[in-house]
């Protein structure tokens, strides 16, 4: 009897054990995709439910170094995302999450992302101290035990490597599963049902309750602008916006290199990394605790003031302010970053970061090159006759080319106009290039 006691421990204890043991990429396949819905829905069925598994976790280091340590997770009761585009078919992000079928290793989810950190290491603090960001990350909530990761994109080649990975049972107790918050909100643009929609959840920041009938006007008139813009206005019908009513106990929004400091719902703050127009929060977990609210694909932060300035970081969240004579076009740049992953072009304005593209490595970004593998950026889309590199010059002034700068540098980087939204803010519009990165993303939460 005893014996039999002493075998049955043993085979709980490995029970226990072995959801612990590392995980080698040997062991992982992946999930066939195909265009056919019905077998991608199907996938989706079988693996998550139609809510979101949020990880809160610390994303913290230095100028070399990149950890990451799990803070809490919660169970959010939308999910927005597509659920036939499981497999993230465009490779976006400098970071992204995968999740594996604990049981046979199937990939079964990824998605790309940038944030906050990654560029605050290429500012010169990042080279004195070491600094910690709040991050957060989702996914479909999962049926059953999955294998949760976190890769980075290197800097010297491109390549992701694993940060942090943790198995997760969707029947963890200390999975937080308390009702949200409940803030007001209204739909305003609706298109139908989310999962086929491209969700825009919109917050207030720096609104006073008194205030918040200005916010749902500006949030009415920047959707409307965003949306006579192409390649957005080609497919209108495919975009849900929601105004969600965030009180700020102040009005407007904090700016330390004027002295005014202000309480506001998220705690935004020009000055991000010491530049004046960067306007950013670094309150991650409120942003998140807000926007659970309605279903969302993208989060987007309306900031009630004048000053010129905003931020936005693909798969992460974008703010603008409101009040500005800019703040249309401003909002729309952000927009571009935070939705379609499109890289600034300018190459002459001041920035607090430096490096941030390897000359070597060709960006995952749409719309620049390093002319390193330009075949797989824009090389089919290039004006006939025009020369590679394409001088900056009125005779190639309304052509697609590969025009070096752009990036945040003047040499190295090549861009496909000469201008564009993503560059000045007196372009007349996206240029082609990036149009066409926008409709992708676009059919990838829509189809």
């Not at 990939?107 to 957060?136: H, M, R, S």
């Not at 890769?151 to 949200?180: C, H, M, T, V, W």
């Not at 190295?412 to 990165?437: K, L």
Request: proline fraction near 5%; charge should be negative.
């Amino acid at each position: 009897m005893k014996t039999c006691f002493t075998i049955l421990w043993i085979i709980i204890l490995l029970f226990l054990i072995l959801p612990g043991i590392s995980y080698s990429q040997d062991n992982v396949t992946t999930a066939t995709v195909t265009p056919a819905s019905g077998t991608m829905t199907a996938l989706f069925d079988e693996y998550f439910l139609p809510k979101s598994l949020r990880i809160d976790y610390i994303m913290a280091g230095n100028y070399l170094e990149t950890l990451v340590y799990l803070s809490q997770m919660k169970q959010e009761p939308f999910w927005s995302g597509s659920r036939k585009n499981l497999i993230d078919p465009l490779n976006y992000g400098t970071f992204r999450v995968m999740a594996f079928d604990s049981a046979s290793g199937t990939l079964i989810y990824t998605k790309g992302f940038c944030n906050l950190f990654q560029e605050w290491q290429g500012t010169p603090e990042a080279k004195k101290v070491k600094k910690a960001f709040q991050e957060t990350s989702l996914l479909p909530f999962p049926k059953k035990t999955i294998l949760f990761r976190i890769e980075k994109r290197e800097y010297s080649d491109g390549a992701f490597n694993k940060l942090f990975e943790i198995y997760i049972n969707p029947k963890d107790y200390f999975i937080n599963r308390e009702n949200i918050i409940a803030i007001p909100f209204t739909k305003y643009y609706d298109s139908g049902e989310s999962q086929d929609k491209v969700d825009i959840a919109f917050i207030a920041e720096g609104y006073t309750g008194a205030e918040i009938p200005k916010f749902l006007t500006d949030a009415k008139r920047i959707s409307d602008y965003w949306m006579s813009q192409s390649p957005y206005s080609e497919f209108k019908e495919r975009f849900n916006f929601y105004a969600i009513e965030s009180v700020s106990s102040e009005s407007g929004v904090t700016n330390p290199g004027h002295g005014d400091y202000v309480n506001t719902s998220v705690q935004s703050s020009f000055y991000t990394f010491d530049m004046d127009r960067y306007l950013t929060s670094f309150d991650t977990r409120d942003i998140y605790d807000i926007a659970a609210n309605v279903p969302y694909d993208i989060i987007f932060i309306l900031v009630n003031s004048k000053t010129y300035g905003g931020g936005g970081f693909f798969n992460f969240y974008g703010e603008s302010t409101v009040d500005n004579s800019y703040s249309n076009v401003v909002s729309i740049h952000e927009f571009g970053h935070t939705f379609a992953g499109l890289a600034d072009e300018y190459y002459t304005s001041e920035v607090t970061y430096s490096d941030f593209y390897n000359p070597a490595v060709e960006p995952w970004e749409p719309n620049i090159s390093t002319n390193v593998n330009f075949d797989t950026k824009w090389k089919s889309m290039l004006s006939p006759g025009v020369s590679i590199p394409t001088p900056r010059t009125k005779e190639y002034i309304d052509k697609i080319g590969l025009f070096e700068g752009g990036g945040y540098t003047l040499k190295g980087v090549y861009s496909p106009t000469q201008d564009c939204r993503m560059n000045s803010n007196e372009a007349p519009g996206f240029c082609p290039i990036c149009q066409e990165a926008i409709r992708k993303m676009i059919r990838y939460y829509s189809e």
